[in-house]
């Protein structure tokens, strides 16, 4: 029904055939076309980080380098942050508050199960896969459930987890206005839950110099490619179906 809707729309019809679809558009056809355009324009390659590890030596200055270094050694961010998109695909604990109800609290409605929401491993509580930090500094809110708004307190958070949990203020969240906001607090107030939570944890403590932070800090503002700082060019004037744009 989809691929005859696109069909029926001459506009498709006419891009589809240069792209050298001459038969009757399949849904696989659509599908490719998008994920053409996502690889295209979605693609994060081209940052600072990038051109230095690509050779090129003036791509990151002294504090951005020592950042790298802070991040790949004394901050132990490379042993989740692994490989080139800084992320090894794995799920941990980094016992984060959990605010609002949760996503699939199967043992407690105002609680997260994580991982184990899906593998019914108990021991996947609290467990949730690590992102890649591509464009770090332009995708707030950070943590699975946009704990914290800003990146500097989600990095301080990483640091010591336990504290991090202890003190957290929901202020930290840039939240939305929802019916249910006065519930949104009913988890972090749960002791025996935030014990559980804390206890899940995967991270040891470090400690970082006031220097050291503001370098590592630095260099997670390598990872940005350029082109994303605005990407308002990436919405067409308008689409061949004539439909409204948001």
Same mark, same amino acid.
């Given at each position: 029904?989809?691929?005859?809707?696109?069909?029926? @729309?001459?506009?498709?019809? +006419?891009?589809?055939?240069?792209?050298?679809?001459?038969?009757?558009?399949?849904? /696989?056809?659509?599908?490719?076309?998008?994920?053409?355009?996502?690889?295209?324009?979605?693609?994060?390659?081209? !940052?600072?980080?990038?051109?230095?590890?690509?050779?090129?030596?003036?791509?990151?200055?002294?504090?951005? *380098?020592?950042?790298?270094?802070?991040? +790949?050694?004394?901050?132990?961010?490379?042993?989740?942050?692994?490989?080139?998109?800084?992320?090894?695909?794995?799920?941990?604990?980094?016992?984060? $508050?959990?605010?609002?109800?949760?996503?699939?609290?199967?043992?407690?409605?105002?609680?997260?199960?994580?991982?184990?929401?899906? !593998?019914?491993?108990?021991?996947?509580?609290?467990?949730?896969?690590?992102?890649?930090?591509?464009?770090?500094?332009?995708?707030?809110?950070?943590?699975? +459930?946009?704990?914290? !708004?800003?990146?500097?307190?989600?990095?301080?958070?990483?640091?010591? $987890?336990?504290?991090?949990?202890?003190?957290?203020?929901?202020?930290?969240?840039?939240?939305?206005?929802?019916? +249910?906001?006065?519930?949104?607090?009913? /988890?972090?107030?749960?002791?025996?839950?935030?014990?559980?939570?804390?206890?899940?944890?995967?991270?040891?403590? *470090?400690?970082?110099?006031?220097?050291?932070?503001?370098?590592?800090?630095?260099?997670?503002?390598?990872?940005?490619? $350029?082109?994303?700082?605005?990407?308002?060019?990436?919405?067409?004037?308008? @689409?061949?179906?004539?439909?409204?744009?948001?």
């Amino acid at each position: 029904m989809l691929a005859r809707r696109v069909a029926a @729309v001459a506009d498709y019809r +006419n891009r589809f055939a240069a792209a050298g679809v001459s038969e009757a558009i399949h849904f /696989a056809d659509i599908a490719t076309a998008i994920s053409a355009f996502i690889g295209e324009e979605f693609s994060a390659t081209n !940052s600072p980080y990038d051109r230095f590890i690509l050779g090129d030596a003036t791509a990151l200055d002294e504090d951005e *380098r020592r950042g790298m270094e802070i991040f +790949n050694g004394k901050a132990g961010c490379n042993e989740c942050h692994s490989g080139r998109f800084q992320t090894d695909h794995m799920f941990h604990s980094i016992s984060l $508050p959990q605010f609002g109800p949760g996503k699939g609290g199967v043992r407690y409605f105002w609680g997260d199960d994580g991982r184990a929401a899906v !593998s019914g491993d108990l021991s996947d509580l609290f467990r949730f896969r690590t992102p890649s930090l591509r464009n770090v500094i332009l995708t707030a809110p950070y943590g699975h +459930n946009g704990a914290y !708004s800003e990146l500097e307190d989600m990095v301080r958070h990483h640091l010591d $987890p336990i504290r991090g949990l202890a003190l957290y203020d929901l202020d930290k969240a840039a939240l939305p206005a929802m019916t +249910n906001a006065k519930d949104d607090d009913i /988890a972090l107030l749960d002791f025996e839950e935030n014990l559980r939570i804390a206890a899940s944890s995967d991270l040891t403590p *470090r400690e970082l110099s006031t220097d050291e932070f503001a370098d590592l800090m630095a260099f997670l503002g390598t990872l940005t490619d $350029p082109k994303f700082i605005d990407v308002a060019h990436i919405v067409p004037e308008q @689409v061949p179906s004539g439909l409204p744009l948001d």
